[in-house]
Nanobody, 122 residues
Framework: QLQLVESGGALVQPGGSLRLSCEASGGTLVNYAIGWFRRAPGKEKEGVSYISRSDGKTYYADSAKGRFTISKDPATNTAYLQMNSLKPEDTAVYYC???????????????WGQGTQGTVSS
């Protein structure tokens, strides 16, 4: 059973950066597409970014385009979300998800991490 553990959330000032990590165990991320999602206070969970299982195709929500970068590192069995030029509205709990058959942010997603809090505030 694949297990995902997110880390890297922190308090940063507007304009700052965070790199979120999603470390996998019990399986290799090479066999999974990865999605990053977030839930802001009082809001529905939203998809942020996606990377495909095999060809590295990526997708970004409009809110993330030009600021966020998703990647997978087979050597460390970890997925990353690099977030730059952060805004207060990026404040949320960020979750990673993995699915061997996911073809977009719509999924299907079979495994989820527990989330990591990212807060953007001065």
């Amino acid at each position: 059973q694949l297990q995902l553990v997110e880390s890297g959330g922190a308090l940063v000032q507007p304009g700052g950066s965070l790199r979120l990590s999603c470390e996998a165990s019990g399986g290799t991320l090479v066999n999974y597409a990865i999605g990053w999602f977030r839930r802001a206070p009082g809001k529905e969970k939203e998809g942020v970014s996606y990377i495909s299982r095999s060809d590295g195709k990526t997708y970004y929500a409009d809110s993330a385009k030009g600021r966020f970068t998703i990647s997978k590192d087979p050597a460390t069995n970890t997925a990353y979300l690099q977030m730059n030029s952060l805004k207060p509205e990026d404040t949320a709990v960020y979750y990673c998800a993995a699915g061997p058959r996911a073809t977009s942010l719509a999924g299907p997603w079979e495994y989820w991490g527990q989330g990591t809090q990212g807060t953007v505030s001065s």
